[in-house]
């Protein structure tokens, strides 16, 4: 039998089909997408901690392979979970998926050294662009269903990548 929630035993769940819990788990980033306020700023918060945790334990010389890793596993599993869960609440951008922070974060996080300065600088930037949404990242949001929840992120996190890039350069950040 496969395990699916809706409706009937997920509260966040009213029309639409049902979405498995695969879906839900991966959406939500294991549950980060749950609290409140501003679940965005908890997927990408728990993000950075988890880079944080992971980083150090891989050689230097593969961190920014991991990185894209990270980011591209985000992508390759947000979008279909992104899918799902719109079509399972009928939202077309339910506030609760957060696996485009995700996705997005690690994105601006890309080359960055692990250091609490720098992944902050990297956590604010993102999470800057990602509510501002500048031009174009707004008009990505128009792509059809899970693309557009996770494609305006990782926009988001290129804006940001470029940024802490350059604030690393110049030194404007301590490493």
Known sequence: MKATMNSSNNPLSDTGPKAPVWA???GT??????????PGTWGSAATVLIWWLAA?????????AGALLFALLAVAIGIPAATRLARATGRKDPQF????????QMIALLGAPISWPVLLAGFLLFRAFDIVKPPPIRRLERLPEGIGIVVDDLAA????????QLLLHFRVIPV
């Open 24 to 26: 839900w788990v991966a």
């Open 29 to 38: 980033f294991f549950g980060a997408g749950l609290m409140k306020p501003g």
């Open 56 to 64: 150090p334990h891989l050689a230097p010389e593969y961190r920014f």
């Open 97 to 104: 998926v957060v696996i485009d922070e995700t996705a997005g």
């Open 157 to 164: 996190g290129v804006y940001a990548l470029v940024i802490l």
